[in-house]
């Protein structure tokens, strides 16, 4: 399995799986050659990057949540007026929901392409077995910091 990071290569080995390291710029002659079987990679990047010509089945089992933040120092908000602060919140809340809905869009429109151009798709029901498969994974990062980790699964919801 292609990984990139220590959150992967762990992932890999509770699956049972050889994690290998290798850049994304190398991925597609990797499914062609045989070195990697298996890789992660977002929808729109599996189609946009022609991997479906190498690596024909998809499973969307939903084994990452993606996020982005804005970030802004203690300095720079406590210098905004409460109006100020009120116009960011709202404002990021409405670029919020309008990523999701792009988003949404076109993942919708990658999966319509990629079942005509006869890709495999399977969704996962049944999150138990990949949840018992990667239970020491989970259990390091509730130890880690177990509130964080709650809130990123709330989030999963």
């Given at each position: ?98 990523c999701?809905?792009i ?42 910091d ?12």
């Open positions: 399995m292609r990984v990139s990071g220590k959150v992967l290569t762990a992932l890999a080995k509770d699956f049972g799986s050889q994690p290998v390291e290798v850049k994304f710029t190398d991925l597609y002659a990797a499914f062609q050659t045989g070195r990697v079987e298996v890789a992660e990679q977002p929808v729109s990047n599996y189609l946009s990057n022609s991997f479906n010509h190498v690596a024909p089945y998809l499973i969307l089992d939903g084994h990452m949540l993606g996020a982005v933040s804005v970030m802004i120092n203690s300095k720079c908000w406590d210098s905004l007026s409460d109006s100020q602060k009120q116009i960011l919140l709202e404002a990021g809340s409405f670029a919020s929901e309008y999701h809905k988003m949404d869009e076109t993942i919708g429109d990658a999966m319509n392409k990629l079942r005509q151009e006869g890709v495999v798709i399977t969704s996962v029901s049944d999150f138990t077995p990949w949840q018992k498969a990667c239970s020491n994974l989970r259990e390091e990062a509730y130890e880690l177990g509130q964080l980790y709650q809130k990123i699964l709330d989030m999963a919801e």
